[in-house]
């Protein structure tokens, strides 16, 4: 019989997928007082829990989405769901690091545009570019192709056929 946290038995193919090993190791570690030291199965317990917790609060998120006759999760609905299930008490910290994700992606993004726009070439060039390189490459790598095989008008194979004749008599 599989115990009741999926671990040590036949499971549902759902409690087969946990969080990263490494990516809880390195939180646990990070977060704990350094003299503290958990045994292997208490960083399985752990691993678990945690797993199961973002279980439910994405069921619940994917409930709040559904209401909002939304097709995507968006943070807000994590947000709504976190104070469904009665974890308001942090949503301040959540919040403020939700807005230095947001800036952070923000950033990035502006950084792509400055590259893009230190080019010196119009966006509406840059399509037109792409393909003139891809067909470079196509020359440089692919085997020329021969020509088509010539075809011959009715006329020219008559005068063609006229030549042979006269050639073997």
């Known amino acids: 019989m599989p115990s ?3 671990v040590g038995g036949p499971a549902h193919e759902a409690d087969q997928v946990t969080l990263p090993y ?3 190791q390195r939180h646990l570690v990070g977060e ?4 503290l030291r958990l045994t292997a199965g208490a960083r399985d317990l752990l691993r678990v829990a945690c797993t199961r917790f973002v279980r439910h609060v994405s069921s619940e998120a994917n409930t709040a989405c559904a209401h909002a006759q939304r097709k995507t999760i968006s943070p807000e609905h994590v947000i ?3 104070e469904r ?10 919040r403020a690091c939700h807005a230095e994700f947001r800036a952070l992606a923000l950033s990035r993004r502006r950084r792509a545009t400055r590259r893009l726009k230190a080019l010196g070439v119009p966006e509406p060039e840059l399509p037109r570019q792409q393909q003139a390189l891809i067909e470079q490459a196509r020359r440089e790598l692919l085997p020329p192709t021969p020509p088509p095989p010539r075809t011959l008008s009715p006329a020219t194979r008559v005068q063609s056929h006229h030549r042979r004749l006269r050639s073997s008599i």
């Open 4 to 6: 009741p946290l999926g």
């Open 85 to 94: 299930l009665g974890l308001a008490g942090s949503m301040g910290e959540l």
């Open 22 to 24: 490494a990516s809880v």
């Open 80 to 82: 709504q769901a976190l």
């Open 32 to 35: 704990l007082v350094p003299c």
